[in-house]
């Protein structure tokens, strides 16, 4: 019965962990579970939740995209710096987003041509167009530091009815993947990395399917990028650097397989929650900050074993 449930909803072990350490976080900070604290907590991981969603549906292929993070700083600096030239209104602001999205899918398809259509490996290709994009990122700002526009930044962590925006963020987050849940594409994702010479067999265009994946981890790279840019408030052309290979645990902790053909988008985003209750929970408990990425790289190792045991349990 346990494996059948698990079966169908692979996230559950995610949302127990999740959930655990929500406590112990409240246990060790009790403002950390109070609207203030969980406001700061999605503020700050919305960016990781978004990569995460974007790697999966590369996962889900059975491919990999080792330039997320790479695209996440190219695409905030070309966002930070084309609203400064623009004069940083409102109108500026929203073609700058616009750019932004075309650069992020512009990635995802470059990646997808060369993964899927040259038949390159995947973990070597996207990393040297990991690579390519940070150099593009360094070209466009060689320092950091340029700040994003005031309104840009004060509407990320502000509040419209008294509701912080983030959670109106989070809503339509939660919209939109429901509705993509719902694709055809996603299906064909999925039938692709559980088998892809069958997939080819029965007609699907296999070719095109992951090209397509790609392209939509570009734009929810790009969507990440926004959510950095409104949290520093402003450009870094390295600032995505560290956050590939979270979203990448972030998808096996949601109980997605790296082989392809199963796992959630829930799953990734209740992945990325974990890593960031990790680490708030080892700065509550006053660990030594020379022994903090020891201690939440080992407690994520635990949770991802915790996660893949439970997975192949099911699987089988």
Request: charged share 10%; net charge positive.
């Amino acid at each position: 019965m346990m494996a059948r449930i698990l079966a169908r909803y692979p996230f559950l072990p995610a949302l127990v962990i999740a959930l655990v350490l929500l406590a112990l976080n409240g246990l060790y900070q009790p403002r950390s579970v109070s609207v203030i604290g969980l406001t700061g907590l999605t503020k700050t991981y919305l960016a990781l939740m978004l990569l995460a969603i974007a790697q999966t549906y590369v996962v889900y292929a059975g491919d990999i995209d080792l330039s997320v993070g790479a695209i996440v700083s190219l695409v905030n600096v070309v966002l930070v710096v084309l609203m400064e030239r623009w004069g940083g209104g409102g109108m500026s602001i929203f073609a700058a987003m616009a750019a932004g999205l075309l650069v992020g899918l512009a990635c995802g398809l470059i990646n997808g041509l060369v993964v899927a259509a040259l038949r390159l490996q995947a973990i070597v290709a996207t990393f040297a167009t990991s690579i390519f994009f940070t150099g593009v990122a360094l070209w466009v700002l060689p320092v950091a530091g340029l700040p994003a526009p005031t309104a840009f930044w004060r509407t990320y962590g502000g509040r419209f009815f008294e509701v912080p925006f983030v959670f109106y963020a989070v809503l339509l987050l939660a919209l939109v993947l429901y509705l993509m849940a719902r694709l055809r594409l996603t299906t064909q994702l999925l039938a692709v990395g559980d088998d892809a010479q069958s997939a080819f067999q029965s007609g699907l265009p296999v070719t095109a399917i992951r090209i397509k994946g790609y392209a939509l981890c570009g734009v929810f790279a790009a969507l990440a990028a926004f959510c950095i840019t409104g949290d520093t408030a402003s450009g870094d052309p390295l600032v995505g650097g560290k956050m590939t290979l979270f979203s990448v645990a972030a998808v096996v902790l949601g109980g997605a397989a790296l082989s392809g053909g199963f796992g959630t988008v829930v799953g990734s985003v209740f992945g990325a929650l974990i890593i960031g209750l990790i680490n708030s929970l080892v700065y509550f408990v006053g660990t030594p900050s020379e022994w903090q990425n020891l201690v939440q790289g080992l407690a994520i190792l635990i949770a991802l074993m915790a996660g893949i045991l439970v997975g192949r349990r099911t699987r089988r």
